[in-house]
Each structure stands twice: as structure tokens, then as C-alpha cells.
């Protein structure tokens, strides 16, 4: 089977030159496994999946790979995101090594961000090298994590601190999976949907808009459309900054709502707050810190605000004591976009339009998380 012969499939290319591969985006796609010709060479498959995942999907989607005739090794790590770390990498290491997977083994990442960002980091680093493949169950991982090559673990001082660039072979998006995804995990994954429309295409956020009720209600047309224009929209800006290099923004642009957001998972504890929960505040704020400069019109601030809103998410800041502006800005002072000391914040110039920002000293961003 060839990626083009899924029934249905919408296909996305994520073009960077010779390491360039295929999104296919389709409802019940699970059952076929992988296409054949991604198979070439390999000599075993490792499925990296969790434990909630895995009892759902993982018997039927290592039927599928077993048909190919290569030996399949699973290996079902813990679930959530305060396992995104050493020791769980550690044994994805451990079953390989056990295994004997050699160079030509495909690791194939079977779950939401945490995996596919473990699987990721582990196929970058497993014997300098082995390739590996998507297959996101979220809908945060659909549209956004799965696709682009960030890997990483998370530190107790930073969230995603430790990690490679490196892309997958292929991506595998199955829309039914979706059926059984929790609502509280649903919501988190709409977060990134949003960041698309309020960061980088005002058309998409109209739509947005016009069709944030049948999203939550998950309804087959919406949803295919709005998880294949995020694919679009993030294949276009990774295969124009790959390596997030551009100065004037580029691949940093999709870190909207990130600054804020990683530093209210990581003061929280992670796991506390969903990534997309994050996500969804952080971009509140960094849109009211957008008015604040007099960059967008406080009709677009409303206008955000009620879509964040309307998606099922959070635009103030918990009330807990584990949030303080000083542990806030403490956090934000170590994200991986700053330089030199400056926090590069990511604001918006108008809907739909954003941009990297240097200008705040630290002490501004305080008065700002102090109001």
C-alpha cells in the first residue's frame, strides 16, 4: 500500500528537500498500518505507545504492522505529561537494546505529544540515528506536535529543555481516534487550533469562529478541516524555518501563547494543567499584552478572548500559590527562544498577523503579570 491508496485520505507534504514526507489525514486510515514502500529496508518495527492509548488502539494497529511481515516490539510507557522525562525515555532504550533493534529499525510513535515527542528524541539519539514515524491520537498532536521534528523531554526547571530537531518519515493522522479522546483533552487540542487563526491566518480564524460550536461537538466535516488547514498552515512554516533560525519571526511565530504557557505548566507542575490548557491562557495573555502596546484593537482582543472561551478554555491565570508573577517571569527567563538575557515574547500586530517581540525588559513584563 502506497500513502496516495488510503481511501478518503487528504495529503499534506511537508517539503525539506531530501528529508521531506507525507501527512495523510483520514477517518478509520489505523487498519492499513504503514505504506509498504516506508517499510523498504527495515529489518523490525519498535510501536511506542502508553498506557491508555495502547489498550485502545495498540492490538489492532500491531496487527496491521505485523502484516508486512516484519517482527513488531512494543514498548507501553506510563501516561501524562509528568513522565516526559530520563526515566521514561530510558525504557524505550531498555527494550531496544533488549531487543537488539539495529539501525534499520522504525520506531513508530503511537499516542499523543508526550510520546511522539519521546519517540522523536529517541529515534534522533538511538545509534546516532533511526528513523521513526507519527501516528498522534490527540487532537493537540494531530495539529501541531506531531509534525515539524521537535522532540524533547522536560527538566524540572523547563519544559521541553532537552531535545533534538528531527523529523519524522511519515505522519498517519486517524480521525476516529478521536472518538474516544476525553473532552478535557479535546479542549486542550483545540488550543493549537486557535493559535493557527489568531497568529498567522485571519481568514481561518473567521471560521473559527463560525464553526467553534460543531468542533466541539466533533462534528466529521469540521474537524477534518480544521486538523488538515493546521497541517497546512504548520507544513508551510517548518519547510520555510526549519531550525526556527529566521530572525524576524518565521518557525518562533508558532509559539504564540508558548511563553506564558510553558511557564504556567512548569510553575504548576506538569501534568497539572494540560499543554493546550497552558496554551489557551498563555494566549490570552500574550494578546491583552498586544492591546497593551496599542497593536490590535480592543474588538479583536474581545474577539479572541470568546474563542478562547468558547473553545472550553481558561483565559485567567490559576488562583493557586504556585503562581506568582516573580515565579512566572522566573520561568519565562529560561525559555528557549530568549537570547542574551532578552525574553523574546511572541505578540500580535494585528489578526491573524504576529510577531517577535524584544522590546519588554523583564521588569515591564512583572508590572504586566502584576495587574
Request: positive net charge.
Given at each position: 500500500m502506497s500513502a496516495s491508496t488510503l481511501v478518503n485520505a487528504a495529503q499534506i507534504h511537508v517539503r525539506l528537500s531530501d528529508r521531506s514526507y507525507v501527512i495523510d489525514i483520514g477517518a478509520g486510515v489505523l487498519k492499513h498500518g504503514l505504506p509498504m514502500a516506508l517499510l523498504s529496508g527495515t529489518t523490525q518495527i519498535a510501536l511506542?505507545?502508553?498506557s491508555v492509548v495502547y489498550p485502545l488502539y495498540g492490538a489492532q494497529f500491531e496487527e496491521s504492522l505485523r502484516a508486512s511481515g516484519l517482527p513488531v516490539v512494543s514498548v507501553v510507557l506510563p501516561d501524562g505529561e509528568e513522565h516526559k522525562d530520563w526515566q521514561t525515555l530510558n525504557q524505550i532504550f531498555d527494550a531496544l537494546l533488549s531487543k537488539r533493534c539495529d539501525r534499520k529499525t522504525l520506531l513508530v510513535a503511537l499516542g499523543g505529544g508526550v510520546v511522539g515527542d519521546m519517540v522523536g528524541f529517541?529515534?534522533?539519539t538511538y545509534q546516532r540515528g533511526v528513523p521513526f514515524v507519527q501516528v498522534p491520537t490527540t487532537l493537540l498532536a494531530q495539529v501541531d506536535s506531531?509534525?515539524?521534528?521537535k522532540t524533547a523531554i522536560n527538566h524540572a526547571l523547563g519544559k521541553n529543555m532537552i531535545g533534538a530537531f528531527y523529523q519524522p518519515q511519515y505522519v498517519l493522522i486517524d480521525t476516529d481516534v478521536l472518538?474516544?479522546?476525553p473532552d478535557r483533552q479535546y479542549r486542550a487540542g483545540l488550543a493549537e487550533?486557535?493559535?493557527?487563526?489568531?497568529?498567522?491566518?485571519?481568514?481561518?480564524f473567521v471560521w473559527l469562529e463560525q464553526n467553534m460550536r460543531q468542533l466541539r461537538a466533533r462534528d466529521e466535516r469540521a474537524l477534518r478541516y480544521a486538523i488538515r488547514r493546521s497541517c497546512e498552515i504548520k507544513a508551510s512554516v517548518v519547510a520555510d524555518d526549519e531550525l526556527e533560525l529566521k530572525r524576524d519571526g518565521g518557525r518562533a511565530l508558532l509559539n504564540f501563547g508558548?511563553?506564558?504557557g510553558h511557564a504556567i505548566e512548569t510553575a504548576l507542575g506538569y501534568g497539572v494543567w494540560l499543554h493546550g490548557e497552558a496554551v489557551g491562557c498563555g494566549m490570552a495573555l500574550a494578546t491583552t499584552l498586544s492591546h497593551r502596546a496599542g497593536r490590535i484593537s480592543d474588538n479583536n482582543v474581545q474577539r479572541i478572548l470568546r474563542l478562547i472561551q468558547d473553545a472550553g478554555l481558561e483565559t485567567s491565570l490559576p488562583q493557586t500559590d504556585k503562581i506568582t508573577p516573580s515565579v512566572?517571569?522566573?520561568h519565562?527567563?529560561?525559555?528557549?527562544?530568549?537570547?542574551g538575557g532578552t525574553i523574546k515574547l511572541i505578540l500580535l500586530n494585528q489578526l491573524g498577523g504576529s510577531i517577535v517581540d524584544t522590546s519588554f525588559a523583564q521588569e515591564a513584563i512583572l508590572r504586566f503579570l502584576q495587574r
Open positions: 511506542v505507545s502508553n529517541a529515534a534522533a506531531s509534525v515539524g521534528g472518538r474516544t479522546l487550533v486557535i493559535k493557527y487563526g489568531i497568529a498567522l491566518d485571519a481568514a481561518f508558548h511563553t506564558f512566572l517571569l522566573d519565562m527567563s529560561r525559555d528557549k527562544k530568549n537570547e
